[in-house]
């Protein structure tokens, strides 16, 4: 099964649908000027890409376009935001709303605890020519190392950022963060 697939059931799947039983917790979001793109080649990759603001006002989002090259032990462009206060205890996962060329993406975590710079919690994102709404558990994160806890806290959360990553591809993502559950 090519990986895009996979990436795009596992997501589906782990994500589950968005319930209204399960609303949205009062949390401020940070601006979208507050986000930054990096890629790889601060270690060195070759990766090139950008993200922009777009979208009118009440309705912008971040768009984050270029080419995922694994060439020189790269791999990913991204773009995040560091947190300037945790997000609520007790909270059950992030909301963010996509739209791409229905590639595999992801959702990685910093916390408290990812101290080196290779260290996050990763958990796939689908993207298709539609927006949709996917609400990603904070159970469907994985540790990208051994000494990680198996799933974070989210009092812990110190960044969120949406990343294309891991295999040679064009990104066209279009992402909104829309909130806390």
């Not at 995922?68 to 032990?73: A, G, L, Q």
């Not at 958990?123 to 974070?152: C, H, M, T, Y």
């Not at 990343?163 to 909130?179: C, E, M, N, P």
Request: aromatic fraction near 10%; glycine fraction near 12%.
């Amino acid at each position: 099964m090519p990986l895009r697939l996979l990436l795009v059931i596992l997501s589906l799947v782990m994500s589950g649908p968005a319930r209204s039983d399960q609303p949205l917790l009062a949390y401020q979001l940070p601006p979208l000027g507050q986000w930054s793109y990096l890629s790889d080649q601060v270690m060195g990759g070759v990766s090139e890409g950008q993200a922009q603001i777009e979208g009118p006002d009440g309705a912008q989002y971040l768009h984050l376009t270029g080419r995922v090259s694994t060439e020189n032990r790269g791999g990913f462009l991204q773009v995040r935001v560091a947190l300037e206060r945790p997000l609520p205890k007790g909270a059950q996962g992030v909301v963010v709303e996509t739209r791409g060329n229905g590639e595999g993406y992801f959702i990685h975590l910093r916390t408290q605890g990812t101290v080196l710079p290779w260290q996050y919690y990763q958990a796939p994102i689908a993207s298709g020519a539609n927006w949709q709404v996917i609400r990603v558990p904070f159970s469907a994160f994985k540790p990208s190392g051994a000494i990680l806890r198996d799933e974070p806290r989210p009092e812990g959360v110190t960044s969120l950022g949406a990343v294309a990553y891991g295999r040679d591809y064009q990104a066209d993502l279009s992402f909104r963060w829309i909130g806390v559950y």
